[in-house]
């Protein structure tokens, strides 16, 4: 029977790209994917690249900083290795933060400041008065870029097994042997736990992750360029494609597994989205999707060695999952290989919820 070093549960963007980092340190890795790779949070998120955000843990936030700063050469490596363009675009950010948090902006630097008109830097925008902040962020397609892992983790000579569910990790005399799916079973002496909001479903730790749905949309067919930045209010977000794509989002919901879109919840975010930028009436809502965010009750990622030898987690992102995977595969493939962190993760260990 075939064997690897490594296998890792979950092929999304976080799985994927922890493969890759694997290969280039030597390890023969496997992939295990319930579905498709790359199909689910990952291919539901908006893909800002949001490197200081009131929102972020403050213990989060060098590993966010970090992963962003890493991301122009993470892209470039897997656009070479993979011939598909990710969209990586850097126009930055127009932020229209919440009323109490205008005078708060901790972590802002000086360059938040508009550096021009509102109405010239985006003169789509509709009548808005509330105080602006330009953010020099960067962002990116994440359809694209897990299409893009897909092929450069091939290309690598990492194993993918697609629509194959881990049922049990296989433990031998107190350490890892492997996996069994619902199909088969396979052995390795390592094993990575990467799957998002089912991470905390498998032993022999169990985790408290849940999925956090995330409701958006998308539209296509307006004026060109428009909008030229990403745009984000307390009301909803806006992140334009290269392709013409716009989209829009996106909601925090307490659903379980539940993948389905409201209708309603739908229309409220695009006419949000329309108030922000008028001229979009004139394009048609091409797409409304949802993704399944892993959340922690904490709201820090599960990253580290697990009390069983050969065990690990990479998990529970939440909005972050897609800033956060060049960091994420450069400190885990560390630590899977024995090597020292660069990092500290001691804070997102996965020993913090077990009792």
Aim: aromatic share 6%; hydrophobic share 40%; proline share 8%.
């Amino acid at each position: 029977m075939k064997t690897w070093d490594v296998i890792i549960i979950g092929g999304g963007i976080i799985g994927l790209s922890l493969s890759i980092a694997l290969r280039k340190r030597g390890a023969r890795v496997l992939v295990v994917e319930r579905g498709e790779p790359g199909r689910e949070a990952s291919y539901a998120a908006a893909g800002m690249l949001v490197e200081c955000s009131l929102e972020t843990p403050a213990l989060l936030q060098p590993l966010a900083t970090a992963s962003a700063r890493m991301y122009p050469e993470f892209v470039h490596e897997l656009q070479d290795e993979s011939g598909v363009d990710v969209d990586l675009r850097d126009a930055g950010t127009i932020l229209f933060p919440p009323p109490e948090h205008v005078h708060e902006r901790a972590g802002f630097s000086a360059e938040s400041l508009l550096p021009a008109p509102l109405a010239q830097l985006e003169p789509a925008l509709g009548d808005v008065t509330r105080p602006a902040i330009f953010l020099q962020e960067r962002s990116v397609d994440p359809r694209a870029l897990g299409a893009a892992a897909v092929k450069a983790a091939k290309h690598r000579g990492v194993d993918v097994s697609s629509g194959s569910e881990v049922t049990e990790i296989l433990i031998s005399d107190g350490s890892i042997g492997g996996v069994r799916t619902d199909k088969t079973s396979y052995a390795a002496p390592v094993v990575v736990n990467c799957a998002g909001a089912w991470a905390g479903n498998l032993g022999p730790q169990r985790f408290p992750t849940r999925p956090v749905k995330g409701q958006m949309l998308s539209v296509v067919g307006g004026p060109r360029n428009t909008p030229r930045h990403v745009i984000r209010s307390p009301e909803v977000y806006l992140v334009p494609r290269s392709d013409g794509r716009v989209l829009i989002g996106a909601t925090v919901e307490e659903a379980g597994f539940d993948q389905r879109t409201d209708p309603a919840t739908i229309e409220q975010m695009h006419r949000a989205g329309l108030r922000l930028i008028p001229t979009l009436g004139g394009a048609r809502i091409l797409e409304a999707c949802a993704g399944l965010r892993p959340g922690t009750p904490d709201n820090l990622p599960i990253l580290g060695a697990t009390a069983t030898p050969g065990y690990f987690v990479a998990t529970g992102h939440f909005r972050d999952g897609i800033l956060l995977t060049p960091v994420t595969a450069h400190v885990m493939a560390q630590v899977v290989t024995g090597a020292k962190p660069e990092y500290d993760i001691s804070a997102f260990s996965p020993v913090r919820f077990q009792v």
